[in-house]
């Protein structure tokens, strides 16, 4: 049973698998397979719903291609909001991973929490304002041309709702929305302290959360508006992204309260050199698993996958060391003995490794953190 782990500051890990579309800013742009689902919703909605109800003298042609240009315009709005807040994030140094459209809109996946309660601040704002900002562009554009047909100018007002409806939205005071980092910053700055501004901003989170489910649910018992199954679904999203905020917190807490030294396990490794047969035979067999440090004089140099192996030929694993399918690395894979635990949490977060190698103060291999190791202390300090 593992638990659910600070992965990168809160990306959100979604369902099935993306693609990228472009890159903006130096930042990648991609899409979620999630988010085809409901960019035919909003599609179909426009071009069968409210098109047709509006300009019945149209052909569904028309009307379709009406639908699909203002869904594309939308979700392009939902990228002009996430790069807002990207572009603030990477001013302020933090590092961006890329924006992800996927079901429940958009997310900019940032790889750290904002070092200040002000960039959060102003990170967080920045989403709103951009889409403020596209509200009034679209208005004043479909109203500054008075012999605009309605063909062109109801779209342009659909798009000004939308994004105004984007905006108000985004600010309710739950995290991890918009509202809900606003309000963490404020707190934050007032008492100066992250985890329990976080802790409440979170409980927001739930509150909205909830909120949205009874509402949804009130909308389809009360008045048959299935639509309410959309507002149920954010409900279920909101909560799970601010438990899951709030659990990852708690971990950063536990992990940095442990030195390394109390949680690492025996200093196995395969000594530089080997070959790979004898690395199989005799590591992967007998410690059931596939990733090794590789050390020479007592040294780290590398670490290895023997699952890599398979790149050599298997009549050569005798006369082929280890050294070969070896990833060397340098110290910036390694944690002290004296590193508090959650030191180690990051390097395997970053590197993608699941064990850290652990020195002392003469540069000597002693001990490693493993992954397994983290879940099941995090396990055991975690319990309600
Ligand atoms: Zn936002």
Redesign the pocket.
């Known amino acids: 049973v593992g638990t659910p782990r600070a992965g990168k500051g809160g990306q959100i890990v979604f369902l099935t698998g993306a693609f990228k579309i472009a890159r903006i800013f130096g930042i990648d742009i991609e899409i979620d397979y999630s988010w085809l689902i409901i960019f035919s919703l909003v599609t179909w909605t426009l071009s069968t719903g409210f098109y047709p109800i509006n300009f019945p003298e149209l052909s569904l042609n028309t009307n379709i291609i009406l639908g699909t240009v203002t869904s594309i315009v939308f979700f392009a709005s939902v990228i002009f909001?996430?790069l807002?807040?990207s572009l603030v994030a990477k001013i302020n140094g933090l590092e961006i991973h890329k924006i992800t459209l996927f079901l429940f809109g958009?997310a900019?996946q940032i790889a750290e929490e904002p070092q200040t309660a002000k960039v959060e601040f102003k990170m967080?704002a920045?989403?709103?304002l951009s889409?403020l900002f596209l509200a009034v562009l679209f208005w004043v554009v479909s109203s500054s041309f008075a012999n605009l047909l309605p063909i062109y100018r109801l779209p342009l007002l659909f798009l000004a709702e939308i994004n105004l409806i984007l905006a108000i939205f985004?600010l309710v005071p739950g995290f991890p929305?918009?509202g809900g980092r606003i309000l963490r910053s404020i707190i934050w700055h007032i008492t100066k302290d992250f985890y329990k501004s976080t802790r409440i901003a979170a409980a927001g989170g739930k509150i909205v959360a909830f909120g949205l489910i009874a509402w949804g649910a009130s909308r389809i018992i009360l008045v048959g508006d299935i639509s309410g199954t959309w507002m149920i679904l954010i409900g279920f999203f909101l909560n799970q992204a601010a438990s899951s905020s709030l659990q990852q917190l708690k971990i950063k807490q536990v992990l940095q309260k442990i030195e390394v030294k109390e949680l690492m396990e025996n200093p196995i490794s395969i000594p530089s050199g080997s070959p790979i047969s004898e690395g199989i035979r005799d590591y992967v067999t007998k410690f059931k698993t596939d990733n090794f440090p590789v050390t020479k004089n007592n040294q780290v140099i590398g670490i290895v996958d023997l699952n890599d192996a398979k790149s050599v030929p298997e009549d050569k694993w005798d006369e082929t060391t280890i050294d070969k399918i070896m990833k060397p690395i340098d110290s910036s894979y390694v944690v002290s003995e004296e590193d508090k635990a959650l030191k180690a949490l990051s390097i395997m977060d970053a590197k993608h490794i699941s064990k850290v190698p652990v020195i002392n103060k003469l540069n000597k291999f002693v001990g490693l953190i493993t992954d397994q190791g983290l879940d099941y202390y995090l396990t055991l300090e975690l319990k309600p």
């Open positions: 909001h996430e807002a807040h958009g900019s967080a920045a989403g709103p889409s985004n929305m918009d």
